[in-house]
């Protein structure tokens, strides 16, 4: 089972930026699709975004879609989640997924068939 940790998270205004970061353990990186999913107490985790292994296509979210930007960096294990024109909606403890199957494309990662990272807080202040 992969290790995955989170970091960048915290407190902004909104219309800032963040960049979320997760780092993946274990071999074999660039076989999977991995992403970032959001949750509050009042939602279900819902997805953001995903990027495919190699070559790395992404899916995103129709509400953060134009806003952020993820990315995947296979020489170490890490891939990120740029946030820009934050909403106040935005705010919620974002999570790394990494798909368990190989090979999948961005859009078929969901909550089912993933491993999961400790989580980060965002909150958009406004």
């Known amino acids: 089972q992969v290790h995955l940790v989170e970091s960048g998270g915290g407190l902004v205004q909104a219309g800032g930026s963040l960049t979320l970061s997760c780092t993946a353990s274990g071999d074999s990186f660039t076989l999977y699709t991995l992403g970032w999913f959001r949750q509050t107490p009042a939602r279900e985790r819902e997805f953001v975004a995903a990027?495919?292994?190699?070559?790395?296509?992404?899916h995103y979210s129709d509400s953060v879609k134009g806003r952020f930007t993820i990315s995947r960096h296979n020489f170490n294990n890490t891939v990120l989640l740029k946030m820009n024109s934050l909403k106040p909606e935005d705010t919620g403890v974002y999570y790394c997924a990494q798909d368990r199957r190989k090979f999948t494309p961005a859009q078929s990662l969901g909550t089912r068939d993933a491993d999961w990272g400790q989580g980060t807080q965002v909150t958009v202040s406004s």
């Open positions: 990027i495919s292994w190699s070559p790395g296509a992404t």
